[in-house]
């Protein structure tokens, strides 16, 4: 090679470089100022991001409604098919007429459901609750009397007159806080009354128009679930595609079995409870108030991992201790057995023992949870977590795996679950850079190349 054309190579190579180093220079500069920026106008990209979220809250709504239904609709299209599809001619006009009715008998389902609900429970509730607020003032001056007299314990014992004497300082403490200080927040209750029936309104809304799309999403389920199949086979190579496509199904287990186990064991924790204070109200030694109200506040509040529980224990045992404080040991007792048996033997069978986090993640998930989406982040936030920890597991597993670490960290060497097209000869498992980082290089090299042209172009013409 020439002298003159291996300095022109090397000129060229360095300036290649330098050109490459500015580029990312700039990038990094530009990216930083980018964030300066989003810092500084935080409130105002958050305020637009969740105006976007207020307007569709109803599609939110449906794809929760019909990812919470699904089992409905499957237990219809399964039936139907049965019983309409082996009669059929045209058997696939017929599947795709009874999918259509599935999804249709799903929402008529579920309507008549939350009717029944609706029918059985909020007159129960709202006798209790009008029970409650009559009798509450005659039923504080009996618990006062009660705690100035005998006392709830035995007073001739050391702890009995220190209970006794606790008792009454906390009952004085709700009474002056009923009497004296409560009235005078009247406008605030007014403003809260007025907040929770615009909330109410709201989530009627979002029902109904959530019901209505719900429909049309189990409709159109087949046909995108196939879409965002397509958009994540042409976005990444085959093999990783199918282990997003595999850590999200994993997930999804995990997700479904927390979300949809977890109200059926609430669901049949509250009626239990009814049961057991119904059966238990017919002995002559037992007295339990509003067997209805309190199965429901124990069946609700068992949603919410660790402390649900806890919360609706001491909830009802409140409102026994206003109406008959003589049941308040009795129910306590109930409760603790009621509640170490879901724990011990339906919890795991309905929920199927364990979402995959240890405690720790647990109650994390629900601070972190409550701290961002409120009540409904009790719910929603262990399930979210083990979605997510799901997902980042598989991902640390290939990542141990590719460095030879396996053993160490008692994973599997090798995926068996991995199809056997995604051998180590296959260009796509084999390929190390993403697209965008290739059409990027691509883009710098054919940019330095024109502008390296350019600068010998105009050193020729001098």
Avoid at 74 to 90: C, G, I, M, V, Y
Avoid at 100 to 126: G, K, R
Avoid at 343 to 364: E, H, K
Wanted: hydrophobic share 45%; with cysteine.
């Amino acid at each position: 090679m020439p002298e003159n054309e291996r300095e022109e190579s090397s000129g060229k190579s360095a300036f290649m470089e330098q050109f490459s180093r500015f580029v990312w220079t700039f990038l990094i500069i530009a990216a930083a100022i980018l964030f300066y920026y989003l810092i500084q106008y935080l409130g105002n990209i958050s305020g637009f991001f969740l105006n976007i979220l207020k307007g569709i809250s109803p599609v939110i709504w449906g794809l929760i409604l019909a990812y919470l239904l699904e089992p409905i609709a499957s237990f219809w299209e399964r039936n139907l098919r049965q019983w309409r599809l082996p009669k059929s001619k045209d058997k696939q006009k017929t599947a795709k007429n009874l999918h259509v009715a599935s999804a249709i008998l799903m929402v008529i389902s579920a309507i008549v459901i939350i009717a029944l609900l609706l029918l059985l429970i909020v007159p129960q509730i709202t006798s209790s609750v009008q029970g409650i607020i009559q009798a509450l003032p005659s039923q504080m001056e009996n618990l006062a009397e009660t705690l100035r007299t005998r006392g709830l314990f035995d007073n001739n014992t050391t702890f009995g007159k220190y209970a006794n004497d606790a008792a009454l300082k906390i009952f004085q403490s709700a009474e002056k806080w009923l009497m004296s200080d409560l009235p005078s927040q009247a406008n605030h209750i007014i403003n809260y009354f007025y907040t929770i029936g615009k909330s109410v309104f709201s989530v009627i809304y979002n029902l109904v128009i959530g019901l209505i799309l719900s429909m049309y999403i189990t409709i159109d389920k087949e046909k995108l679930q196939r879409q965002v199949k397509k958009i994540t086979y042409s976005i990444f190579s085959k093999e990783t595609a199918f282990k997003m496509r595999r850590a999200l199904g994993r997930g999804n287990s995990k997700f479904s079995a927390a979300i949809r186990g977890k109200m059926v064991d609430s669901m049949l924790i509250g009626i239990i409870c009814f049961c057991l204070l119904t059966i238990l109200n017919l002995l002559s030694w037992f007295n339990f108030p509003y067997p209805v109200l309190l199965a429901v506040i124990v069946g609700v509040t068992n949603v919410v991992p660790f402390f649900g529980p806890i919360v609706g224990g001491v909830i009802t045992a409140v409102l026994v201790l206003f109406d008959n404080p003589r049941m308040v040991i009795p129910y306590a007792v109930l409760i603790v057995v009621l509640q170490q048996f879901d724990a011990n033997y339906l919890d795991p069978r309905m929920v199927g023992g364990s979402i995959g986090l240890r405690p720790f993640w647990s109650i994390t998930a629900v601070l972190l949870g409550s701290s961002i989406l409120g009540v409904p982040g009790f719910i929603l936030g262990p399930p979210v977590v083990a979605f997510v920890y799901e997902i980042v597991r598989e991902w640390t597993d290939d990542k141990v795996r590719s460095k030879g670490m396996a053993e160490e960290f008692g994973i599997d060497p090798v995926d068996s679950s991995l199809p056997n097209e995604f051998s180590p000869n296959d260009p796509y498992s084999t390929e190390k850079q993403n697209r965008l980082e290739k059409k990027l290089k691509n883009a710098i090299k054919n940019a330095g190349n024109a502008i390296s042209g350019l600068i010998q172009k105009i050193n020729q013409k001098k």
